[in-house]
């Protein structure tokens, strides 16, 4: 039998003709990330074969479009033909990305559920009045924020009073390679032998190896609190999550959960639990009502709106009376999926663009690096500047002839231009459309227009970048005075923060869900007609 290695890892493994290289990379842990569920539209799991092209199938049709080196590939595409062969393949470097680890949150008092209390003259942990362990270290608990494409981990002493972390980590979710949006990582994991066990198993790995190396003894740490989107909350508390793959794509268990962090793999002292806030109903998850904890939506007067902008975009209107929330499948286009020069937000990547009326260009991007492609922010830049000066029609068509619309050389290097064209706009159209529809189809459901909102929080990596004045021009947001819109960064981990750190907002966040009604987008009146609204671009406009 031949083998796979793939570099720079240096990881091999035995070939199986009839699987695409994706395949196996999936079997041998190697993080390539796949946007379209491997059909080969994305193009986000390019790879480059280095030796053995000839023991693989021939480059589809809807592969040859993003080919831009010798022996690329896409690895979704490839399939071994040849088992006794020797291929070597070559991932691509795409350098770190840029993650938001932090956020507003509304003011609470500490009051944690696992607390250290004098009993008999001891100093011992306590777990409602349960003792767990005497103090002989730390007694520590972590906040989890896990997202689709990013994990963010913070510890903190439980026994003190400080709202102040002891650290905060970031990386990327490895559940990437399954697929960089929830459908298709529940297809994996309901389609494929042992893939939800295979996804658990890869994420458990993680969180132990962040925690391991964190600031605190694994074995001090007695409470972990998670929120995440419904699939990777269900996935990380090891419930199935085959019915949120067909409607009414509901959890099998929506209300909060917690089980010993044993049971899941995440080695903490043996008393440790996990705990995780309920979800909002079908795609709006924990992580968004931690969004509302932490921005205390549930405790005002006045109507405020939340968006979580993201593969899966998450929509929150309400005030302490009524919270309407929705989701809609933005898809992976702001986090450069689908667009032929699109990048996530790693070093490199063209993040800010501004454009003259003489079409010169200039731009900045993460980390001051050299230019590598365009990330979501700099992609809602370039078509607000397309637009504004007449460069770009409001159905998305360049105008005066133009085939695509250049940025920057890649690297700097002439002959290979970071650039975008009709059929990338095409793909970031889909995406604002679905955001503009669950914007309006709360805002009317609620009666209002965008000025009775006191204010709009944009949450989340993509809400934090972004110019709102230019998601603004694009339709992708509603026209607000600026002083209204809240880029609230990472609020997801500090309404988990919040949940770790305070009984009473615990609480609050289970209480929360009686006040919240879930509304499917796709059955409200007139979805279609308001969907094709959103494909123009341009300001929303009140009726």
Same mark, same amino acid.
Not at 416 to 429: H, M, N, R, T, V
């Given at each position: 039998?031949?083998?796979?290695?793939?570099?720079?890892? !240096?990881?091999?493994?035995?070939?199986?003709?009839?699987?695409?290289?994706?395949?196996?990379?999936?079997?041998?842990?190697?993080?390539?990330?796949?946007? /379209?569920?491997?059909?080969?539209?994305?193009?986000?799991?390019?790879?480059?074969?280095?030796?053995?092209?000839?023991?693989?199938?021939?480059?589809?049709?809807?592969?040859?479009?993003?080919?831009?080196?010798?022996?690329? +590939?896409?690895?979704?595409?490839?399939?071994?033909?040849?088992?006794?062969?020797?291929?070597?393949?070559?991932?691509?470097?795409?350098?770190?990305?840029?993650?938001?680890?932090?956020?507003?949150?509304?003011?609470?008092?500490?009051?944690?559920?696992?607390?250290?209390?004098?009993?008999?003259?001891?100093?011992?942990?306590?777990?409602?009045?349960?003792?767990?362990?005497?103090?002989?270290?730390?007694?520590?608990?972590?906040?989890?924020?896990?997202?689709?494409?990013?994990?963010?981990?913070?510890?903190?002493?439980?026994?003190?009073?400080?709202?102040?972390?002891?650290?905060?980590?970031?990386?990327?979710?490895?559940?990437?390679?399954?697929?960089?949006?929830?459908?298709?990582?529940?297809?994996?994991?309901?389609?494929?032998?042992?893939?939800?066990?295979?996804?658990?198993?890869?994420?458990?790995?993680?969180?132990?190896?962040?925690?391991?190396?964190?600031?605190?003894?694994?074995?001090?740490?007695?409470?972990?609190?998670?929120?995440?989107?419904?699939?990777?909350?269900?996935?990380?508390?090891?419930?199935?999550?085959?019915?949120?793959?067909?409607?009414?794509?509901?959890? /099998?268990?929506?209300?909060?959960?917690?089980?010993?962090?044993?049971?899941?793999?995440?080695?903490?002292?043996?008393?440790?639990?996990?705990?995780?806030?309920?979800?909002? =109903?079908?795609?709006?998850?924990?992580?968004?009502?931690?969004?509302?904890?932490?921005? !205390?939506?549930?405790?005002?007067?006045?109507?405020?709106?939340?968006?979580?902008?993201?593969?899966?975009?998450?929509?929150?209107?309400?005030?302490?009376?009524?919270?309407?929330?929705?989701?809609?499948?933005?898809?992976?286009?702001?986090?450069? #999926? =689908?667009?032929?020069?699109?990048?996530?937000?790693?070093?490199?990547?063209?993040?800010?663009? +501004?454009?003259?009326?003489?079409? #010169?260009?200039?731009?900045?991007?993460?980390?001051?690096?050299?230019?590598?492609?365009?990330?979501?922010?700099?992609?809602?830049?370039?078509?607000?500047?397309?637009?504004?000066?007449?460069?770009?029609?409001?159905? !998305?068509?360049?105008?005066?002839?133009?085939?695509?619309?250049?940025?920057?050389?890649?690297?700097?290097?002439?002959?290979?231009?970071?650039?975008?064209?009709?059929?990338?706009?095409?793909?970031?159209?889909?995406?604002?459309?679905?955001?503009?529809?669950?914007?309006?189809?709360?805002?009317?459901?609620?009666?209002?227009?965008?000025?009775?909102?006191?204010?709009?929080?944009?949450?989340?990596?993509?809400?934090?970048?972004?110019?709102?004045?230019?998601?603004?021009?694009?339709?992708?947001?509603?026209?607000?005075?600026?002083? +209204?819109?809240?880029?609230?960064?990472?609020?997801?981990?500090?309404?988990?923060?919040?949940?770790?750190?305070?009984?009473?907002?615990?609480?609050?966040?289970?209480?929360?869900?009686?006040?919240?009604?879930?509304?499917?987008?796709?059955?409200?009146?007139?979805?279609?007609?308001?969907?094709?609204?959103?494909?123009?671009?341009?300001?929303?406009?009140?009726?």
């Amino acid at each position: 039998m031949g083998r796979i290695t793939i570099m720079p890892e !240096g990881i091999s493994g035995p070939l199986r003709e009839g699987e695409t290289l994706l395949s196996h990379f999936q079997r041998l842990s190697i993080n390539v990330i796949v946007g /379209c569920g491997g059909t080969g539209e994305c193009g986000t799991c390019r790879v480059r074969v280095l030796s053995g092209a000839g023991a693989l199938s021939l480059p589809t049709p809807s592969e040859k479009k993003w080919l831009d080196a010798p022996g690329g +590939r896409l690895a979704c595409q490839a399939i071994v033909l040849e088992e006794s062969a020797t291929i070597i393949v070559e991932t691509r470097d795409t350098g770190a990305f840029s993650i938001v680890s932090g956020g507003i949150r509304a003011e609470f008092e500490i009051d944690p559920v696992i607390a250290v209390k004098e009993v008999n003259g001891q100093r011992v942990i306590v777990r409602d009045e349960k003792v767990l362990d005497s103090l002989t270290g730390r007694c520590a608990g972590v906040s989890f924020d896990a997202g689709t494409t990013t994990l963010v981990i913070r510890w903190y002493d439980l026994e003190g009073d400080s709202f102040t972390p002891l650290a905060t980590a970031s990386i990327l979710n490895p559940q990437g390679r399954f697929g960089d949006n929830v459908i298709d990582r529940v297809g994996y994991a309901t389609s494929t032998t042992d893939g939800q066990s295979r996804m658990e198993q890869v994420l458990a790995e993680a969180v132990q190896r962040v925690l391991s190396s964190g600031p605190v003894n694994p074995a001090e740490i007695f409470d972990i609190v998670v929120v995440g989107n419904t699939v990777m909350r269900d996935l990380i508390c090891g419930l199935p999550v085959h019915s949120l793959g067909r409607s009414p794509y509901e959890s /099998c268990h929506p209300g909060p959960i917690e089980v010993p962090a044993c049971d899941r793999k995440i080695l903490i002292h043996p008393a440790g639990h996990l705990y995780a806030p309920p979800v909002l =109903g079908q795609f709006v998850g924990a992580d968004m009502l931690a969004v509302l904890l932490a921005i !205390g939506m549930h405790q005002r007067e006045e109507v405020t709106m939340a968006i979580d902008i993201g593969t899966n975009t998450e929509i929150a209107i309400g005030n302490r009376k009524k919270i309407l929330v929705t989701s809609c499948a933005s898809g992976p286009a702001f986090e450069g #999926s =689908g667009v032929k020069c699109g990048t996530g937000a790693v070093n490199g990547a063209i993040q800010q663009v +501004r454009i003259l009326p003489d079409e #010169s260009v200039s731009c900045s991007t993460i980390g001051n690096a050299l230019p590598t492609g365009i990330c979501g922010s700099g992609l809602v830049d370039t078509l607000a500047g397309l637009l504004e000066h007449g460069f770009m029609d409001n159905a !998305g068509k360049l105008t005066g002839g133009r085939k695509r619309f250049v940025l920057a050389n890649r690297d700097e290097q002439p002959g290979s231009p970071i650039f975008l064209d009709e059929e990338d706009i095409d793909a970031i159209k889909l995406a604002k459309a679905a955001i503009f529809t669950g914007v309006q189809t709360l805002l009317e459901r609620w009666g209002v227009t965008p000025d009775h909102l006191s204010r709009i929080y944009l949450a989340g990596a993509f809400g934090t970048s972004i110019d709102p004045l230019n998601a603004e021009r694009i339709g992708m947001i509603p026209s607000l005075p600026r002083d +209204r819109v809240i880029q609230a960064g990472n609020a997801a981990i500090e309404g988990a923060s919040m949940i770790l750190l305070s009984r009473s907002k615990r609480d609050e966040a289970e209480n929360m869900v009686a006040i919240t009604e879930h509304v499917s987008l796709e059955n409200e009146p007139g979805f279609e007609d308001m969907y094709i609204d959103g494909l123009r671009f341009g300001p929303i406009e009140n009726p």
